[in-house]
């Protein structure tokens, strides 16, 4: 049986929304008609008795509805009843006129596609670079960026915690236009494992090397008793040297430049709770969403940005 939030209701409910809904009118539509006239009589100049309502020195007077007032309000309900005939309203009806907002989404979204392909068909011939320097061209990405991207690289596309700066050069997969084009299209998946079975002595010794690597504040020693931990378990990702894989999006670890590091967050803390709890970052394929057209021009906005003075 369908819930209630479902693409259709149960019989009962159903039922119940049409009673309630069409109740409601007729009882709206009777009360005002029992009150059409009044029951006192006008005297010689027309006027009536009041109610016996006063408030602030004003008196309510049993006068009956205007009739335009009357009239108006009959063409509402009238309106409303040819309303849920027409269009959905009333349960499962559907309405005569078959109207669905998911079908009317997906004409608008018809309409679009057919006027905005071959636009971006063009764009997609250009080769990125080149593209990159369309300022028309970058307009239209930008908006395609806003609505796709910015919820998780920010507006101006310079990340956030676990979520990459896109306009430096720090690039774990890259940022030349194919290493762009093969994010966007395909998504990347990260996993950095937790290396909680060192031991709390072992991860203080690598935390100061890699401190020690992107020449941050250190204890020397423990430094140096870290680096054959280093050699031995992190060095297959990292390189031995620590600038990173980029094949395996593994990030450098030398230039100071730290994906998961909280506002307010010493590097030394951020490395601590990476080597402890591990890491899993997913960046999503685009080409499914948005199409490999709009997928080509994004990636020249963000070779664009990465490039810009």
């Known amino acids: 049986m369908n819930n209630l939030w479902g693409d259709s209701l149960s019989g009962f409910w159903s039922a119940w929304i049409i009673v309630i809904t069409l109740g409601s009118i007729g009882l709206a539509f009777w009360l005002l008609y029992a009150n059409r006239k009044t029951d006192k009589t006008p005297d010689a100049e027309g006027n009536v008795d009041t109610t016996g309502h006063a408030a602030d020195g004003i ?12 009239q108006l309000y009959v ?35 018809a309409r679009a596609e057919e006027r905005f392909t071959p636009i971006f068909a063009q764009y997609e011939e250009v080769p ?4 990159a320097q369309d300022a028309e061209a970058m307009q239209v990405a930008e908006r395609i960026f806003l609505n796709n991207c910015a919820v998780c690289h920010g ?3 310079q990340g956030g915690y676990g979520f990459p700066n896109l306009t430096d050069d720090d690039w774990l997969y890259g940022g030349e236009p194919e290493n762009i084009l093969a994010t966007l299209n395909n998504g990347r998946n990260g996993l950095m494992p937790s290396w909680q079975q060192l031991g709390e002595e072992n991860i203080e010794n690598v935390t100061q090397h890699v401190l020690a690597l992107s020449g ?18 992190c060095a297959a990702c990292h390189m031995p040297d620590g600038t990173g894989n980029q094949a395996l999006g593994a990030p450098n670890l030398t230039n100071n430049i730290w994906l998961y590091q909280q506002p307010g967050q010493s590097v030394a803390d ?4 990476t080597l402890r709890n591990g890491r899993n970052g997913h960046m999503p ?8 057209e709009r997928v080509h021009l994004v990636a020249a906005y963000v070779y664009s940005l990465r490039n810009q003075d």
């Open 155 to 157: 507006s101006g596309a």
């Open 270 to 273: 951020a490395v601590r709770q």
């Open 216 to 233: 941050n504040e250190h204890d020397a020693e423990r430094a140096e008793s870290g680096a054959a931990t280093f050699a031995s378990v």
């Open 75 to 109: 063409g509402t309900v009238i309106f409303a009843l040819g309303y849920l005939v027409l269009y959905p309203g009333l349960g499962n009806f559907a309405g005569l006129l078959g109207w669905s907002q998911e079908g009317q989404w997906e004409q608008e979204v």
């Open 59 to 70: 008196e309510e007077y049993d006068n009956p509805l205007p009739r335009w007032w009357f």
């Open 285 to 292: 394929a685009q080409a499914a969403y948005i199409g490999e």
């Open 128 to 131: 990125i670079p080149e593209l």
